[in-house]
């Protein structure tokens, strides 16, 4: 049998493991990519690590998310981030330049490369054959220190492409009818792989739109082939020398098959509240719509906007329904602006946003109370367009642009119908790219040489190499089911210091103890006793990190959930399972002490510890680790661990 695509690019990085379904495999990685909101934690563990420069092949810092002041905050990671792109060797894009995955895709994505991106939507680019996966802060500092990615090998899924897209049926609807046979579910631990002759009728950012939005089936990652398409895209973008030809054998064995016949797709919307709530158009028709969105890593490109742009060509909007075009890139934004399309639509009743994120994730352009919002985005999830009671839609900028017309949802082949004299704008690409890029900075063009950390930008800790000896006071004892919400709260007023570990710190578990990170503190560290499930929840690092810069040497829990657990290895903390007599009988404020050579033992695979308890009592404890988390854990650290590893050690 022959090879899937995935399964030929993960072999040409792999560095541990085999191909095998569910195992653990290691890859080398390409490219990384970080926005703002991830991008401080990154580049400060970066710091920590101790390394000169980047060591893949290439690395990009983008400032899309927060780019809306409030405070000097924000400005003060922007500068932080530029400044540590020019200090390690990654290109930098300005605040306003445009979304990550937009930006990426023009710039840098390259078929048969790896990527991994502290970003949900990093595997936009699998619509030109790259390898992209979207995966926590640490794990791309790691592979931006040279480490290896380690994830089980998924599933790969053949998604077979045949027939041709009717009038008026686009990209966004092809993704959208994959959410509706699958679910958000439907992806989870499995890569989606395009074939089939229809590939061949989609032009790159068309499949980049369905690539992006694999993210909502819960996909690891999604690709495509490349073929003349992606040849042509290249060229247009002046980057014809990064083209390879990239596909599946012929006789490539897939895990599971789908089809879908392009010709039977129709214009689709995701009702609210969920991205996988969708139904033809003319099923929702006539519902009253008080904003149009066009916008986002979805549909936010040159290609997107300039169908909405051509239906509104010598129309106006309805008066009660506002309309907002926000690129995904500056340079879309540039192109559109001088071939006239921005004054076409401004003349319509179009506002214009800068090129970011912004009302995706609630920044600006919040809808009215108990409205209707059409969004060409790709979530809509209650609550995520700044207020509670919101409707977000989700569709394509064709369909959005049909009820900014019409001021209701309406199938836009019916409004054709009504009109009489509005014609499918198409798909079309510019003859070249030509946006001047002047906010996307080379590492050679760089500013800055050495970072600049305003107030609110702290270090991050590296920890020590496990110690043979390890004892410390129990500092808290937990019940059941403690949240990572519980260890490090997620309001704003507390994230807004996510940039500064030693501050962030400080309200370590005070949900649970107001006074706990002094007592901490003060006691020079210690354990963290727990009932069932400690650290359900978000899979957010700081909940392992802040502990860890308190001094905190370990948990001992009855049990683990299994992020927090994989956190707690990655920040150095040994998580101990102990059964429910042990913990009943440990009391807050107890000595403890793990007996063993707790080095050696965790090194050499040793299972059982022994607890003794204020030099009274004894108990026994549980390691369940598998070989390279047990390095990680006697390293100090998935940080230490790579740091060592560069180091030759
Ligand atoms: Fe995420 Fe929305 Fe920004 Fe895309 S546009 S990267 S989905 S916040």
Redesign the pocket.
Known sequence: MGQTLTEKILEDHLVEGDLTTGEEIGIEIDQVLT?DTTGTLVWLQFEALGLDEVQTELAAQYC??QTYQFDFKNTDDHRFLRSAAGTYGAHFSRPGNG???NVHKENFAAPGKTMLGS???TPTPGGLGELAIGSGGLDVTVAMGGGAYYIEMPEVVNVRLEGELPEWATAKDVILEMLRRLSVKGGVGKIFEYTGPGVESLSVPERTTITNMGTELGATSSIFPTDENTKDYLERLGRAEDYVEVGPDEDADYDDQITIDLSDIEPLIAKPSMPDNVVPVNEVEGTEVDQVMIG???N?AYEDILPAAKMLEGRETNKTTEMIVAPGSKQASEMLAREGWVSEMMAAGVNFSEAT?GA??GIGHVPASDSVSLRT???NFEGRSGIEDDNVYLCSPEVATAAAIKGEIIDPRNLADELGDLEDPGFEMPEKYTGSNVDLIAPDEAPDDELIKGPNIGDVPLKDELQASLEGEALLKMEDNITTDHIIPATSDILKFRSNIPKLSEFTLSRVDQDFAQRALDADGGFLVAGENYGQGSSREHAALCPMYLGVEGVLAQSFARIHKANLFNFGLIPLEIDEETYAKIQQGDDIEIVDDVAEAVRSGQEEFTVRVNDDWEATAHLDASAREREILADGGKLSHTKKQAEGG
């Open positions: 926005q899309d998310h979304i990550c995955h970003d949900s939507h986002s890593c979805t936010g994120c995706c994730i985005f790709n979530r």
